[in-house]
Every structure is written in C-alpha cells, then in structure tokens.
C-alpha cells in the first residue's frame, strides 16, 4: 500500500481454488479514504519482473439497517 513515507507491505496473497488469479485483504482502512496500491510480480530471485499501480476509495461506512416499511409474521402448524 502506498503513502506516508514509505510503502506498507500487506499480507502475501493466496491464489483462490485452483484458478489463475490470486487475492490479498487489506486492513485498518478509513472510510470514504482514497487509497493507493502497488503489486509487484517479482521471480524466484525476487527480482521485480512487472510492476503495476493502482488507486481505490473505500465506501462510507455501513450504519444501521434501514427500518423495515412492512412486516409479516408467518404462522405454520404441521397436522399429522
């Protein structure tokens, strides 16, 4: 992750089931913050063969539920 003074490394991501891609969490993010990240593809020798940049805000945060506008209750009885 990207700013302050220097880079934040984040958890080493996880390749999801057995598809081409890979996923990363990142935590302790502010809402309605602009943030800025890095991932870096690097080989065995951990030298960086591809670089990208990229930015995302985060969403407001969630409060409460609205109130429902209605309400239905659902009595079952089971005759045998």
């Known amino acids: 992750m990207l700013g ?4 934040r490394r984040l958890l080493d ?3 999801v089931h057995d598809y081409t891609f890979f996923a990363v969490s990142v935590f302790d ?4 913050t602009k943030y ?5 593809f690097v ?3 951990d030298k960086v063969i591809h670089r990208e940049e990229f930015s995302g805000r985060t969403r407001k ?3 409460e539920p609205p109130a429902a506008l209605k ?3 659902v009595v079952c009885s089971l005759m045998i």
Request: glycine letters at 8%; charged letters at 35%.
């Open 43 to 45: 080989d065995t020798r």
């Open 61 to 63: 945060e969630l409060g």
């Open 29 to 32: 993010l502010q809402p309605i």
């Open 13 to 15: 991501p996880v390749q």
């Open 36 to 40: 800025e990240f890095r991932a870096e």
């Open 4 to 7: 302050g003074d220097k880079p």
């Open 71 to 73: 309400e239905i209750h």
